[in-house]
Nanobody, 121 residues
Framework: QVQLVESGGGLVQAGGSLRLSCAAS????????MAWFRQPPGKEREFVAV??????YYADSVKGRFTISRDNAKNTVYLQMNSLKPEDTAVYYC????????????????WGQGTQVTVSS
């Protein structure tokens, strides 16, 4: 059974930092895309960042503030979030899979349960 388990969410003041982790089990994703999406309150889930064999790619809204990385030995992907803003408040989801359209929610077969990130002003 494949599982993705996120951790590291919480409450932080604007300008602060958080590091999210997503540990995968049940299969190896070293050759696949591993991504982060988020769902702000009352809005649809949106792409945040993805790491593939060719590197990391980011949504414009987080570029320069967030960094995605992976540790294939641990089957884990991370999201370092700096200079957080209140508009970053959302449930953050980890996703993984062999996808071609990395920014689309529907491309991913495997999802975590989500972790809440709240940024206060």
């Amino acid at each position: 059974q494949v599982q993705l388990v996120e951790s590291g969410g919480g409450l932080v003041q604007a300008g602060g930092s958080l590091r999210l982790s997503c540990a995968a089990s049940g299969r190896t994703f070293s050759s696949d895309a591993m991504a982060w999406f988020r769902q702000p309150p009352g809005k649809e889930r949106e792409f945040v960042a993805v790491v593939t064999w060719s590197g990391g790619y980011y949504a414009d809204s987080v570029k320069g503030r967030f960094t995605i990385s992976r540790d294939n030995a641990k089957n884990t992907v991370y999201l370092q979030m700096n200079s957080l803003k209140p508009e970053d408040t959302a449930v953050y989801y980890c996703a993984a899979g062999a996808v071609s359209r990395v920014g689309l929610v529907g491309s991913y077969s495997y999802w975590g349960q989500g972790t809440q990130v709240t940024v206060s002003s």
